[in-house]
């Protein structure tokens, strides 16, 4: 059995929390500074200990950390867990400025730690399989992308002007929060992001510093491009991508991948990587698939999930759009 601190108990620490429980390789404890939270998730689940603050922890006593925090906290949080030597996953986004991020890195890389990013997409059959295709050749060379991913935000965190969600520096907001998932997808997928360029805007939600909304252009290094749209009030639960190459296309709406090399507007093949599961029931899942993973790769295993590196250009693509939009101009995503 593994040792694994989960730091922080809020809606992501829950999941994680379940996942690692249901793994049956991991013993839990948390750190969680709000007493309420703390008491509840004590309530919830099988734990060892919960600490109220990191300090009170023998960090190289433990085996993982899983970073629950927000993310303007990551940076300390990272930089803590690299002085202890004890392998991490860190939470989406990486952070909310660069400031300390390199430092944190180097940091990780002298330690020799495994740390990974919990970017949970990468771990979707769904996600998995449209990227064999498209390693395949199966729709040629991959040149362009669109992404939608828009739903009724409120609806799915009823208490978002009360989380990080409704501060910038926090980490909050379409570009920071919800296209971040988006960014990894499109970097896994289409190679080094070089240039972005963005609009956004709080068009509805109210109560939050944040944008609700934003549309953003990005050019990879390969010369492909990619149009990502979000917004975070729109009644429907939108969420597709196509990418589009020059013998076809693949599309992924929710959990349906489709494949399509004509135009008669029916697919050559569906396949829907969720039939007959519970939605709800299947994404938890995933963070028990994501908790096995993280234990594997402890073990020597090899591990696909996002690297540091994967989440620093990522952080530098939502940066980039941040600025080209205050500053009306595309931004070139340096090194
Ligand atoms: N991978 C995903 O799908 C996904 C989904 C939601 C959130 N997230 C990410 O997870 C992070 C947390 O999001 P959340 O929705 O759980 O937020 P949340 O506000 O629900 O929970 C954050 C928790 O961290 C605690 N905390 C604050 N300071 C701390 C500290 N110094 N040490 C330990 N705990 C501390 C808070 O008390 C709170 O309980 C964010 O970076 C967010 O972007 C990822």
Redesign the pocket.
Known sequence: MKRVLV?????????HLRGYLATGRARLSI????AE?RSEASAMFDLERGYA??AEVDLPAHDLAVI????H??VP?MLACAAARLPFMV???LAVTMDGVDEALAAVTAAGILARV???RRIAPELLALRQRIADGDIGALRLAYVNSSQEFPKY?P?FQR???ARPEM?GGAI??AA??AFDMLIWLMGRPVQVGAMYDRLVLEGTDTEDTCLVNIRFESGAMANLTINQFQKPNTNRSDFIGTKGNLTLEHSVLSYSTDDSGKPVETRDYMDGLVPTEAHQARFTIQANAMLDALEGKPCHLATLEDARLNLKVALAAKRSWTERKIITVDN
Do not use: F, M, N
């Open positions: 730091i922080g108990s809020g809606g992501i620490g829950r999941r750190v969680e500074p709000d939270r603050d990191l629950c925090a927000p993310a906290l990551h949080l939470e989406k986004p919990g970017y949970i965190r208490d989380t990080y969600y980490g920071l929060d971040s998932h």
